[in-house]
């Protein structure tokens, strides 16, 4: 069972240059989360989305656009990467509210 | 603001004995709560939750605590094994953060197996 799927796994940019962060879940799960997870501190929410076509700011936003134009796919965006986003992010996906997340295996991240 | 805390960065246990994972969370309107184990190089998985109308859980070899009243989560894995060792997190759900359905992560504990 795939569950939640995130593509590239490591990737090294520049700072200023762009990408896009890929999730899938095959779940059918109505709700898809975006976070970082930095040394020494817990996984920190930036968006999430609560259904297709919907998205919401979390708690550091700052830097980052996401879209969920399909129920299955979720995807973070950086428009210029900064220094300061190096991090690993983690997608993860739940039925509902207060329902168990499931987490990807995560994207490293390096911005020189 | 309020977030998910942890009492001990690091615990060591013995092999075959019992663990106990403490946490301590400062937002009394939480109505959800959720243990997560890491291995180094992966995502969070899922171990056990609690709502908050719940004082106690079980699961296979783990059981979670919620004590409402002293704000205190704890996770107990029984007949601890090498295989346990990872990271655990606790994590939060507090409802009126702007309806966000995203968890507040406490920053782990990482459990050590001795042989």
């Known amino acids: 069972n795939a569950g939640v799927t995130q593509t590239p796994k490591f990737r090294v940019l520049k700072t200023g240059q762009s990408m896009t962060l890929l999730c899938a879940q095959d779940?059918?799960?109505?709700?898809m989360y975006w976070y970082r997870q930095d040394p020494g501190m817990g996984l920190r929410l930036i968006h999430y989305s609560v259904g297709e076509g919907t998205t919401a700011k979390g708690e550091v936003p700052d830097g980052y656009n996401v879209s969920r134009l399909k129920k299955q796919n979720f995807l973070l965006g950086l428009e210029s990467a900064a220094p300061s986003q190096t991090s690993v992010y983690f997608c993860?996906?739940?039925?509902?509210?207060?329902?168990?997340?499931?987490f990807g295996d995560g994207t490293r991240l390096s911005i020189l | 603001g309020e977030s998910v805390g942890l009492h001990l960065p690091t615990l060591s246990v013995q092999e075959g004995d019992n663990s106990i994972i403490n946490c301590a969370y400062s937002n009394s309107a939480s109505d959800y709560f959720i243990w997560y184990k890491q291995e180094s190089g992966k995502g969070p998985q899922f171990i056990i939750d609690?709502?908050?109308?719940?004082d106690k859980r079980q699961g296979q070899r783990v059981t979670v605590l919620l004590n409402k009243t002293v704000k205190h989560l704890s996770l107990q894995i029984a007949a601890t094994q090498p295989g346990d060792s990872a990271v655990y997190f606790c994590?939060?759900?507090?409802?009126?953060?702007?309806?966000?359905?995203?968890?507040?992560f406490g920053k782990g504990t990482h459990l050590i197996i001795q042989p």
């Open positions: 779940m059918n799960h109505e709700y």
């Open positions: 609690i709502r908050s109308n719940m």
């Open positions: 994590a939060e759900n507090i409802p009126y953060r702007g309806g966000a359905d995203g968890l507040t």
């Open positions: 993860a996906s739940s039925n509902s509210k207060n329902q168990p997340q499931h």
